[in-house]
């Protein structure tokens, strides 16, 4: 058995803290994004109980983008497949920017807290006011990566055309 393969699979359970946002890019493929915390918790030494919590991007393609955007509203709960994937680009100034999400393959709604998807037309009206798009994927090596305010990573929309195939960006 060969030692040199690997693996990029991402299993998580938790909240949506933004609702879906729903586009279209260039060559007509659907992409929606949306994000999720989870919760971990655990005694420190003391026996006091500890909690933290990670926020995670999330972002979706083709026929499960339009599912998320349809059924999904903050607050629910679910289950996600899928892979890392690190996307980067330079903004106008020239500035490298990094951001990474998991791009899942599978999605199940676990609890909907009693409420409704936001729907495919408020998705897409969401993904129309936003700035941010996905465009080109590379790979990082992690000693070049730096942490970066969630307004650093926004996108400009003139560059939606730049796209050639949404499925190979994540």
Request: with cysteine.
């Amino acid at each position: 058995m060969s030692t040199s393969r690997s693996v990029n699979k991402v299993i998580l359970i938790g909240n949506l803290t933004r609702n879906p946002v729903l586009r279209t890019i260039g060559n007509g493929s659907v992409v929606c994004n949306f994000g999720i915390a989870t919760n971990a918790t655990w005694k420190d030494g003391g026996s006091n109980v500890q909690e933290r919590t990670e926020f995670h991007n999330l972002v979706a393609w083709n026929k499960l983008a339009e599912i998320c955007a349809q059924i999904l509203a903050v607050g629910m709960l679910i289950y996600v497949e899928g892979e890392l994937r690190t996307r980067t680009w330079d903004d106008a100034n020239g500035v490298r920017h990094y951001k990474t999400e998991i791009k899942i393959n599978d999605m199940k709604l676990l609890d909907d807290k009693g409420k409704k998807g936001v729907g495919l037309d408020e998705a897409k009206l969401a993904g129309e006011e936003e700035g941010e798009v996905p465009t080109e994927t590379q790979v990082i090596e992690p000693e070049g990566l730096e942490v970066l305010a969630e307004e650093e990573v926004k996108k400009p929309k003139e560059d939606l055309e730049k796209a050639d195939d949404g499925e190979d960006l994540f």
